[in-house]
Nanobody
Framework: QVQLVESGGGLVQAGGSLRLSCVASGRTFSAYVMGWFRQAPGKEREFVAAIRGLSSTAYAEAVKGRFTIARDNAKNTVYLQLNSLKPEDTAVYYC???????????????WGQGTQVTVSS
């Protein structure tokens, strides 16, 4: 069982930056693929980024070059650095964990409660 707790969301102006953090419980954090997803009002949850190990990453096209996923296994934490934010990035951002390197939400077994990111124009 893995419990995930996100933090770091907030209100930022377009062009600004935020860093989201997700702390995981458990002793086998390094074995999990960690992902970030987001869900805007009235829209389906969508993939943002994923990381396997320390360096295998995947990004949605909409965030490539602006967002960076990283993890610190010693701290059981995965991060999402959000740069050059746009109003369309406004959403609740969720951290998730799975054993398979996958970009679909259905493949993730553990989810955090989400953190709100709001980008004003």
């Amino acid at each position: 069982q893995v419990q995930l707790v996100e933090s770091g969301g907030g209100l930022v102006q377009a062009g600004g930056s935020l860093r989201l953090s997700c702390v995981a419980s458990g002793r086998t954090f390094s074995a999990y693929v960690m992902g970030w997803f987001r869900q805007a009002p009235g829209k389906e949850r969508e993939f943002v980024a994923a990381i396997r190990g320390l360096s295998s990453t995947a990004y949605a096209e909409a965030v490539k070059g602006r967002f960076t996923i990283a993890r610190d296994n010693a701290k059981n934490t995965v991060y999402l650095q959000l740069n050059s934010l746009k109003p369309e990035d406004t959403a609740v951002y969720y951290c998730a964990a799975t054993r398979v390197f996958i970009t679909t939400a259905a493949g993730y077994h553990y989810w955090g409660q989400g953190t709100q990111v709001t980008v004003s124009s």
